[in-house]
């Protein structure tokens, strides 16, 4: 409610500053044009009478200059009360000058009062103060001409004209007071609409955010059923390879135990062919293994990982992609390496920064990526950088939200950052971001020391 009363106030205040300007502009122009009244009514007093109309209206002038700067709204309170009674004052000094205490110029009074109450939103101070304020002035402009003359008919235009002043002011005082009433209803019926309207709109925000994440959601139960059905799928795959693998490893122990009783040189022969022979095989099962661990759809928990052996899985995943772009990679993770997290969850970030990577380098001469790893202070900071075209700076604050992607329309879905900063939280790990046009993009993902080492 304060703060509600301050707002009013600071309303009425900017409305009695842009009021009060065009009320010293009607006080400076009409008192001096109504000049021609003081030549029909007192042509023997014209001179004088427009000197002072004259004088009223160059007093407006400060009046007008100083809404311009701090003591216009510093005072503004008091223009309502100031600028009627200007004119006010200079008519009833006029009625003093005419020496007739039924001069006709009362209804100038009048004038002042009704136009400044169109002009201004009074308050009950302001209206009382005024209104008494030009009563006495005209009593003390009329009191000393009635006293010197004892005319009944002048006594009786006096008590009328005063009459008529008074039922103006009450007039005036009580339509300024039912003014002012609805003018604080409107006022809290702007406010109730203006909170109504802040509700709605938080509603609103509040529905935008539920649905946001709830296609966030979708999307995360979407792309978990999908790799269920990798990993059931790839378990098959696994399965059915793996028994014609073990024939072929049986086939090269029974050839590398036959090679023996060949001749020397032949022999050798026989057993590095066996020798390449089984380093093939045992890639291909170190490759399917690593499918079934990346499309697993579940995690295996928090656990110490070596960051080396984890490096070693996502690449074989992407040794071909990144052969067949011509890139270069730099891999400077040292064996032994180790940091807290989930090495499913490590498998798919390092999958999705790569790629990421590789897209960026297409057609950039000098392509390379760069794998690093270095233990800070609080743990491990793992590195994936390229020398690409980086992220444009309207892009960061959205690399995360999902569905956001600058990639054509079937290139992605926009949803691999998300559900990788979703894994990094899960982890209790921070990923920061450097980056500069047609310079490079840097992911540090910052992991957590082993917890026994922290024990």
């Known amino acids: 409610m304060e703060h509600r009363s301050e707002r009013f106030e600071h309303e009425q205040m900017n409305l009695n500053l842009r009021n009060a300007r065009m009320g010293a502009w009607f006080v400076m122009v009409l008192v001096p044009l109504c000049s021609f009244l003081d030549w029909m009514a007192y042509p023997e007093r014209f001179w004088e009478f427009l000197v002072l109309r004259l004088a009223c209206a160059a007093s407006c002038v400060p009046l007008l200059l100083a809404l311009?700067?701090?003591?216009?709204?510093?005072?503004?309170?008091?223009?309502?009360?100031?600028?009627?009674?200007?004119?006010?004052?200079?008519i009833c000094f006029m009625i003093y000058l005419s020496g007739d205490p039924g001069s006709g110029y009362y209804a100038g009074l009048t004038l002042c009062i009704v136009a400044t109450a169109f002009v201004f939103h009074w308050t009950f101070k302001e209206i009382g103060l005024t209104l008494g304020l030009v009563v006495l002035a005209y009593f003390a402009a009329t009191l000393p001409n009635l006293w010197t003359q004892h005319?009944?008919?002048?006594?009786?235009?006096?008590?009328?004209?005063?009459?008529?002043?008074?039922?103006?002011?009450?007039?005036?005082?009580?339509?300024?007071?039912?003014?002012?009433?609805?003018r604080l209803r409107e006022f809290a019926s702007r406010c109730k609409v203006e909170d109504q309207r802040e509700e709605l709109a938080a509603r609103n925000d509040e529905l935008t955010a539920t649905l946001k994440r709830l296609k966030e959601t979708e999307a995360q139960l979407d792309q978990s059923e999908k790799l269920a059905s990798i990993g059931r799928l790839s378990a098959g795959i696994v399965h059915e390879i793996n028994n014609p693998l073990n024939y072929v490893k049986s086939a090269i122990y029974l050839l590398k135990k036959k090679g023996k009783t060949l001749p020397p040189e032949m022999a050798d022969t026989v057993n590095r062919i066996a020798l390449d022979i089984g380093e093939g095989i045992d890639r291909v099962a170190a490759i399917v293994s690593d499918l079934r661990t990346f499309a697993h759809p579940e995690n295996r928990g928090s656990r110490p990982i070596d960051l080396h052996e984890t490096s070693r899985k996502a690449l074989r995943l992407l040794a071909k992609e990144i052969g067949d772009r011509h890139v270069t990679l730099l891999d400077e993770i040292p064996p032994g390496i180790i940091a807290q997290g989930d090495e499913n969850y490590l498998i798919q970030i390092l999958i999705n920064f790569v790629q990421n990577a590789l897209d960026a380098l297409a057609g950039r001469p000098d392509a390379t990526i760069l794998l690093k790893a270095q233990e800070t202070p609080t743990g491990v900071d793992l590195i994936v950088r390229d020398n690409g075209t980086g992220i444009p700076k309207e892009n960061l604050s959205k690399i995360y939200d999902p569905f956001f992607t600058t990639k054509q329309v079937g290139q992605g879905m926009g949803l691999g950052l998300s559900i990788c900063y979703r894994m990094i939280q899960s982890m209790g790990g921070e990923v920061s971001i450097d980056t500069a046009p047609d310079s490079h993009t840097q992911f540090t993902l910052s992991l957590r020391k082993p917890e026994t080492a922290n024990a």
């Open 68 to 90: 311009n700067g701090s003591l216009g709204r510093k005072y503004c309170s008091a223009y309502p009360v100031v600028l009627p009674l200007l004119p006010a004052l200079a």
């Open 151 to 182: 005319d009944q008919r002048s006594l009786g235009i006096f008590v009328n004209n005063t009459g008529f002043i008074l039922l103006n002011c009450v007039v005036i005082y009580f339509g300024s007071r039912q003014h002012h009433a609805i």
